[in-house]
């Protein structure tokens, strides 16, 4: 071999091992890298650039709603009550400009992921019936454009509602004196009531670790809890079943909340255990509230509103 070329081999083989060092290092760094707790919300999951996947796509827009029915057991009064829960998955425009359901076709109208969450139970003489409602963008951004959540029993009936503009913006009202507030504002962090979304979208994505949360908004009414964020350390584990549990602790709160879920797509969620402190004065005790799944299908609800229709419910086991 001529001493040029020796030169020019030596030089090539260089040069590689530079590269492969260079690149080496950089992905052990990443490999390595840990989101520090707390980590800014822009660099988690809320800098605009989520997409989903056209599997996920054609599942989620084939003109029908996912309807899952589940077995409830609800901790109140310092009492276990027996009663049912509803998942509604069900996509369709949003109209940020009038803050509700589009009803006409615009090029600024959002497709979001709705989610219609529903509880109802008895407590003694008295019934119970809760909604909560989450209009999560399906693609880009990556909050509810906006949360409404509901409670109903005989006492009287109260209602919350977030808005997502600059800030988080809270109204409340309450037919208890003292309790009803207005243009509460929040600083942007996650939601917890998201989480169940971002769950059959992108759970990739969900968070782990220790940050501010903003509890679901039927867990702050049925407590009397100020909304706020609380201090929550996220875990998810992943068994040999193909099944997924996600954890959020927090420990102000006194709560532990999992979510059980499907590993695979569609991520179905299988049901939830909610530990927390029930009743009050010598009633107060620490209890969990369960939900296991019942059935799961998919149907056009809104044009099943006939008595012929009532079939849906007994499939559902309602």
Request: glycine share 4%; with cysteine; net charge positive.
């Amino acid at each position: 071999m001529k001493k040029s070329n020796i030169y020019i081999s030596l030089f090539s083989l260089s040069g590689i091992l530079i590269l492969t060092i260079i690149i080496s290092s950089f992905t052990k760094s990443k490999k390595d890298e840990k989101l520090p707790l707390n980590t800014s919300i822009s660099n988690l999951i809320f800098e605009g650039q989520r997409t989903v996947s056209k599997k996920t796509k054609e599942f989620w827009f084939d003109g029908k709603a996912e309807l899952s029915s589940y077995k409830l057991t609800q901790a109140r009064y310092g009492e276990t009550h027996q009663g049912t829960a509803v998942l509604v998955y069900v996509t369709e425009p949003f109209s940020k400009k009038a803050n509700t359901k589009a009803d006409h076709n615009n090029p600024n109208n959002v497709s979001v992921l709705k989610l219609n969450k529903t509880l109802k139970f008895n407590t003694g003489i008295y019934p119970y019936s809760m909604m909560t409602s989450t209009f999560f963008p399906l693609e880009k951004e990556n909050t509810s454009l906006k949360i409404t959540s509901s409670l109903q029993e005989w006492c009287g009936m109260t209602h919350l509602e977030m808005k997502n503009e600059t800030d988080f913006i809270f109204d409340f009202s309450s037919y208890y004196e003292g309790f009803t507030f207005k243009n509460k504002v929040i600083k942007k962090t996650i939601l917890e009531d998201d989480l169940w979304t971002l769950m059959r979208l992108n759970p990739e994505l969900l968070p782990i670790g220790e940050y501010d949360i903003i509890p679901s908004m039927s867990f702050l009414r049925l407590r009397n809890r100020e909304p706020k964020a609380y201090k929550a350390i996220i875990t998810l584990q992943n068994d040999d079943k193909g099944t997924s549990h996600y954890t959020m602790n927090y420990p102000e709160l006194e709560r532990e909340l999992t979510i059980h879920y499907t590993s695979i797509f569609p991520y179905a969620i299988l049901g939830w255990e909610d530990t927390h402190y029930s009743g009050y004065g010598d009633e107060k005790k620490l209890q969990t509230s369960k939900a296991e799944l019942l059935k799961t299908i998919k149907t056009d609800y809104w044009n099943q509103n006939h008595n012929k229709d009532k079939h849906w419910r007994k499939k559902l086991e309602l």
